[in-house]
């Protein structure tokens, strides 16, 4: 079974992709809702919360974790994984980001991947990077907050970046691919047509590539605090029904 950790939903977006990639794996999820939102906790805490996460994974049979939480991807190549093997957000993204060689793009993502500094390390050399750490972002659309809220969240944080220039935005959030009809009129707002580059979508592909899963395509999805948000947003990826969630 092949392990997915995040926060609350994020992961969600990361795993759809993953679906199409490899249909068949079996998938065991663990979204820490009741912890959520990681983005603004200390790195201490992020480490504590990732074994605890990692342990919730290994014990509902994960043999490989996908980190689908770059808040998280710090500890993870820190250890934080222990046994398992794992892919994290930044090196499949960095290999990605090849393509817009010497462009200049900005991260958006939660203060805790912000201050740690793993997308600029990740794409030294690749991109020119200028990031953008958000508080409450992640929190609103985990929480299910109106589409109004979650715009004027993003809206009020760009105003920090007015009149900059970029070829693209990285999404280092996987909240954030979950909101894009939201998130995306405002950022083309304030910086016009550019690219707009989910992570999960090389990482989705690079996990598929990595672990090797044909169990029959079962999905256990473990939450811990119960969310009428978390299941809607299952419903609306997964409509055929075809999973279990548990709340632990
Ligand atoms: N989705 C996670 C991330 O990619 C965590 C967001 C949060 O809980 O603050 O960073």
Redesign the pocket.
């Not at 959520?36 to 603004?40: C, D, H, K, R, T």
């Given at each position: 079974m092949i392990g997915f950790f995040?926060?609350?939903s994020?992961?969600l977006s990361v795993l759809s992709q993953f679906r199409k990639w490899a249909p068949e794996a079996g998938v065991v999820y663990f979204g820490d809702i009741n912890n959520?939102?990681?983005?603004?906790k200390t790195p201490e805490e992020l480490e504590a919360l990732t074994m605890l996460g990692v342990d919730v994974l290994r014990q509902r049979g994960a043999t490989a974790l996908v980190s689908a939480?770059?808040?998280v991807s710090t500890s993870i190549l820190a250890g934080a994984s222990g046994e398992l093997p794992f892919v994290e957000?930044t090196i499949p993204t960095a290999q990605y980001m090849k393509q817009f060689r010497g462009k200049r793009f900005l991260l958006l993502?939660?203060p805790a991947?912000v201050a740690s500094g793993i997308y600029s390390r990740a794409l030294e050399g690749v991109v020119m990077l200028d990031t953008l750490g958000i508080p409450g972002l992640?929190?609103a659309i985990?929480f299910g907050e109106s589409d109004e809220k979650v715009s004027s969240v993003l809206a009020e944080a760009l105003t920090q970046k007015a009149g900059e220039k970029y070829d693209g935005i990285i999404l280092g959030?996987?909240?954030y691919p979950l909101a894009l009809p939201a998130l995306a009129p405002v950022i083309y707002a304030s910086f016009g047509e550019l690219a707009v580059i989910d992570p999960g979508e090389p990482v989705a592909a690079a996990a598929a590539d990595a672990f090797k899963s044909e169990d029959g395509g079962a999905m256990r999805f473990y939450i811990s605090k119960e969310s009428d948000a978390f299941r809607a947003r299952l419903k609306a990826l997964f409509p055929d029904g075809s999973y279990t969630v548990e709340v632990i």
């Open positions: 995040d926060s609350g994020g992961g959520a939102p990681y983005g603004e939480c770059n808040s957000m993502a939660t991947t992640a929190g985990e959030c996987t909240h």
